[in-house]
């Protein structure tokens, strides 16, 4: 079996997340792909983050149609700062069977030196990327090569996926305007619900 880990904030979660994780559904054949929203998000400004169930609550809303598509609160119970090692353990134990992948962002992948005991994140799993708008396929290409002194699996889609941010979502929403070309319709109905980043 092969299951992937997509960690973040989800801040809120939108079309690009779901397209990317579609995508390593199909190159390499995954039989599930969980979202785990952060608690708190390392490495990263927290202050403009709303609260971890309802990016919980919007992450089962955009998901649900999704057969291979599962959500985990585990990060979110865990509280405090939430280190991917951490997580990558966890279902590591829950699935010990499975073969583990984790997809992140191309911005991810170029600092993943800096992270938390990143040397388990490499002897653990198989980390999944794709290129965007500030990091072509060759720039991720060369930093893969110089992870392999670390041991380090990653497999490279070599197609772009949509560069879309959710900060530039909650620009939008700040402004009123029509976000429904980026987010699941039951995820603006959410947000209206609930006034979230206005």
């Not at 079996?1 to 997509?6: E, R």
């Not at 039989?31 to 990016?55: C, G, Q, Y």
């Not at 090569?145 to 979502?169: M, P, Q, V």
């Amino acid at each position: 079996m092969k299951i992937a880990i997509f960690g973040g904030s989800f801040n809120p979660i939108h079309n690009a997340h779901i397209k990317l994780a579609l995508r390593f559904v199909d190159e390499v054949s995954l039989d599930k792909v969980i979202f785990v929203p952060t608690f708190i998000t390392p490495l990263k400004d927290n202050s403009f983050v709303v609260e971890p169930m309802h990016r919980l609550k919007m992450c089962e809303l955009a998901l649900s149609e999704y057969e291979k598509f599962e959500v985990s609160d585990v990060e979110i119970k865990r509280e405090g700062l939430s280190y991917t090692s951490d997580t990558i353990a966890y279902f590591k134990e829950k699935y010990n069977d499975a073969e583990i992948y984790f997809i992140m962002g191309a911005d991810m992948f170029m600092t993943l030196e800096s992270w938390h005991e990143f040397q388990y994140i490499f002897d653990n799993v198989t980390v999944l990327t794709a290129p965007r708008d500030d990091c072509n396929y060759k720039e991720l290409c060369d930093k893969f090569s110089e992870y392999k002194k670390y041991n380090c699996k990653a497999h490279i889609t070599e197609e772009y996926i949509e560069d879309l941010s959710s900060t530039f979502i909650r620009d939008m929403i700040i402004d009123n305007k029509d976000v429904s070309a980026y987010l699941n319709h039951d995820v603006i109905s959410y947000i209206t619900q609930h006034d979230l980043y206005r």
